[in-house]
């Protein structure tokens, strides 16, 4: 058992990598695997600074696919282990996810993202979105939290050991370079406080007891041989995944009711998009903010809801659409039109959504 | 609802986000809403490093604006990449002892100030990032001295305890750059 630092509610001044680590230490994480790499390096410092305190461990590997698979190694052996990472670092751990999608491990890992394509910038983006969700070779059978500022990142990253542990489905918290980096207030608390249980981890591997007599043997398969035999199991785990979208999926909406422009965003791009709606709302103008909390799955029938309502879509993005292609395959068939706002690789501010809206309500809609 | 957005821009090593990092402090410790977002490349030293802080009476929404309230430039390219910041009712202010130019931006006021050759000349070189902390306290009038003096001891308070001069070199600078601003408002 691992030592909780945060007992009683206690307001603080943290970068949003600092809040991960407390997240993860108020989860009773009790392992970390990771390698450094720009906007996330601070959540294994920080995590590393704790360690005196907390009892955990810590193992920086030589590369993230090696941490990646260390993090599932920790897993199998019935340990709450994470990981994070960014850019290039996700791309080349994403060999690791796979077979924690394949094998049904509860792999919990944070990212930061950074600008891409390769190295691009250390600062920010959102164009590991895709990447996220669907990385890999496989269906991404993935759940991804995306965070919208420091009190998110520590609520959603205790809430990601609890789905990554129930569901078995590889679980992240997506954030961005700008919530790693900057610096704002957050209430830091006991998830016990709140009526937040940590569901009980257990080992696949070595677990107590004799094969046969005590337990079944842990039969984790990441090799099939025959495709029929793969479908099998993948069928069944649409099924399991299907089922678990209905209790995972959250979304948020601000006020989206009487929208007639509806701005499609999520992440910290939606937190600029409701500054930008007090300020169009002022001006006259119904804008609204539909925000998807998980991008994977997408809450489809709040989603489909909000924008029938709806007489225009705009979708904003610090990418080049990303999250749009997504939603727009849920929404397919609806006839709402939209525009889009992207800027790849740059944050969106309230200014940039207001003029757009603005535009928008100028040529007619 | 009142919102200040300062955009602080200089050399990597010129010191911006250590005073940046002062200055969001002082303000949470006030009990304001701050944020502050570091902004820079891969470089250990050179290369732009800007700040993106603000400082607000309710909870802050967009964490990345278009317009700055007060742009403060300390270097040529930072000149260059912070006009986008500027628009009729920012307050800029630049280093006239280090730029070799001056911000041509349509603005409510442009303040030149020579900070670095005062640092260098009167104080200490390594108290230019001070000086300037002491012209966004004036500049911006959210926060009281006695603020951004808590957020120092908190900074640096070990520093000062082993060598107490440096505590009153630091105050020094502080007051030095809030005069600098204080003087251009009168002129």
């Known amino acids: 058992m691992v030592n909780k630092l945060i007992k009683e509610d206690t307001k603080m001044f943290l970068t949003g990598n600092e809040v991960l680590a407390y997240a993860a230490n108020s989860a009773e994480a009790e392992f970390m695997y990771g390698y450094p790499i720009t906007p996330q390096n601070e959540i294994m410092h920080t995590w590393c600074k704790l360690l005196p305190k907390t009892g955990a461990g810590f193992l920086q590997t030589e590369d993230e696919i090696s941490a990646g698979f260390s993090t599932i190694g920790g897993i199998l052996a019935g340990k709450r282990a994470f990981t994070a990472t960014a850019g290039p670092g996700n791309v080349i751990m994403q060999d690791a996810q796979s077979m924690a999608e394949m094998m049904r491990i509860p792999f919990v890992c944070a990212v930061m993202q950074r600008g891409g394509p390769s190295t691009a910038t250390v600062i920010y983006a959102q164009q590991e979105t895709r990447l996220t969700c669907y990385g890999g070779n496989g269906e991404g059978f993935r759940i991804v939290y995306s965070t919208a500022g420091h009190q998110d990142l520590y609520d959603y990253m205790i809430k990601a050991f609890n789905t990554a542990w129930k569901y078995k489905f590889p679980t992240y918290v997506l954030a961005d370079g700008y919530q790693g980096k900057m610096r704002e207030p957050v209430m830091l608390y006991d998830p016990a406080s709140r009526g937040i249980t940590m569901v009980p981890t257990e080992k696949a591997l070595l677990a107590d007891g004799e094969i046969g007599v005590d337990r079944k043997s842990a039969h984790m398969r990441n090799t099939y041989n025959m495709e029929e035999e793969l479908m099998e199991v993948l069928d069944s785990y649409q099924v399991d995944y299907d089922k678990m979208a209905e209790d995972v999926a959250e979304w948020e909406e601000y006020k989206a009711d009487d929208a007639e422009i509806l701005v499609i965003a999520h992440g910290i791009v939606a937190r600029s998009a409701r500054t930008a709606i007090d300020e169009l709302r002022e001006k006259g103008i119904k804008a609204g903010l539909y925000r998807p909390i998980t991008i994977r799955p997408l809450a489809v029938k709040p989603l489909r809801e909000a924008v029938s309502r709806a007489k225009h879509l705009l979708f904003t993005e610090s990418a080049n659409g990303q999250l749009a292609q997504m939603v727009l395959e849920k929404i397919y068939g609806l006839t709402t039109p939209y525009s889009t706002l992207f800027k790849m690789g740059v944050g969106v501010t309230g200014d940039d959504i207001v003029q757009k809206v603005e535009n928008i309500v100028k040529e007619g809609v | ?187």
């Open chain 2, 1 to 187: 609802m009142a919102r200040t957005k300062i955009v602080l821009a200089g050399e990597g090593g010129q010191g911006v986000q250590s005073i940046a990092k002062i200055l969001v402090e002082a303000g949470y410790e006030a009990n304001k809403e701050v944020l502050y977002i570091p902004n820079f490349g891969v470089e250990q030293r050179g290369g732009v490093s800007i700040a993106f802080c603000q400082i607000a009476d309710e909870r802050i929404g967009e964490p990345r604006y278009s317009k700055g309230d007060i742009i403060i430039m300390l270097s040529d390219r930072a000149i260059d990449r912070c006009e986008t910041y500027v628009d009729k009712n920012s307050t800029v202010v630049y280093d006239t002892s280090v730029c070799t130019k001056k911000p041509t931006c349509e603005c409510k006021e442009i303040i030149g100030i020579d900070a670095n050759k005062i640092a260098n000349e009167q104080l200490s070189a390594r108290v230019f990032n001070i000086i300037i902390l002491g012209v966004l306290l004036e500049a911006t009038h959210v926060l009281e001295l006695s603020d951004i003096k808590n957020a120092m001891e908190l900074a640096l308070g070990k520093k000062f305890d082993a060598k107490p001069e440096l505590r009153e070199l630091n105050y020094k600078a502080l007051e030095m750059g809030m005069s600098l601003v204080a003087q251009k408002a009168g002129v």
